[in-house]
C-alpha cells in the first residue's frame, strides 16, 4: 500500500505542477490580453475624449442657447397672448358699438320715415283742400254758366216762340 501511496503522492505532485504550469500560462495571457485592452483603452481614451469635449461644449452652447430661446418663446407666447386678448376686447368693443350705431341708424330712419310720412299726409291735406275747393268753385262756375245758358237759350226760343204763339193765338180767334 506503500507503493500505492507514493504513485498516488506523485501523480498528485504531477497534477500539482501541471496545475501550477496551466495557471502560470493563463496569468501569462492574461496578463498580456490585461496589457493589449489597456493600450486598447488608452487609445480609446485618447479619440473619444476630445470628441466628449467637443459634445460637452456644444450641449452647454445648446443648453444655454435653448434656455434663452426658451426663454424667448415664453415672451413672445405671453405677448401673443396679451395681444389676442386686447384684440379680443377690441372686437367685442366694436361689436357692441356697431350693433349701438345700426339700432340708433334703425331708430333715426324710423323716425324720419314716420316724419315723412306724417309731412306728406299734412302736405295731402293741405293741397286737396284748396284743390277740392277750387274744383268746387270751377264746378259752380260751370253750373252757373250752363244755367245762364240754358236761360238765354230758354229766352231766345221764348222770343221765338212768343210770335208763333201770337199767331197761333189770332188764329185761334
Known amino acids: ?44 481614451n485618447d479619440r473619444v475624449d476630445p470628441l466628449l469635449d467637443r459634445l460637452d461644449d456644444i450641449l452647454r452652447t445648446v443648453q444655454g442657447g435653448t434656455h434663452r430661446i426658451l426663454g424667448d418663446v415664453a415672451a413672445i407666447l405671453g405677448t401673443a397672448r396679451t395681444q389676442a386678448e386686447k ?44 284743390v277740392r275747393e277750387v274744383a268746387a268753385v270751377v264746378a259752380g262756375i260751370k253750373t252757373a254758366l250752363a244755367v245762364l245758358g240754358e236761360r238765354r237759350r230758354a229766352g231766345r226760343a221764348e222770343q221765338d216762340s212768343l210770335p208763333e204763339a201770337m199767331a197761333d193765338e189770332e188764329l185761334f180767334i
Open 87 to 130: 384684440l379680443d376686447r377690441l372686437t367685442d368693443d366694436m361689436a357692441d358699438r356697431t350693433r349701438a350705431q345700426i339700432i340708433r341708424l334703425d331708430e333715426l330712419l324710423a323716425r324720419a320715415l314716420a316724419t315723412v310720412e306724417t309731412t306728406g299726409e299734412k302736405i295731402e291735406q293741405s293741397l286737396a283742400t284748396p
Open 1 to 44: 500500500m506503500d507503493n500505492w501511496l507514493i504513485v498516488f503522492v506523485g501523480l498528485t505532485a504531477a497534477a500539482v505542477v501541471v496545475q501550477s504550469i496551466v495557471l502560470t500560462a493563463t496569468y501569462l495571457r492574461l496578463r498580456r490580453i490585461d496589457n493589449e485592452l489597456a493600450a486598447l483603452r488608452q487609445r480609446f
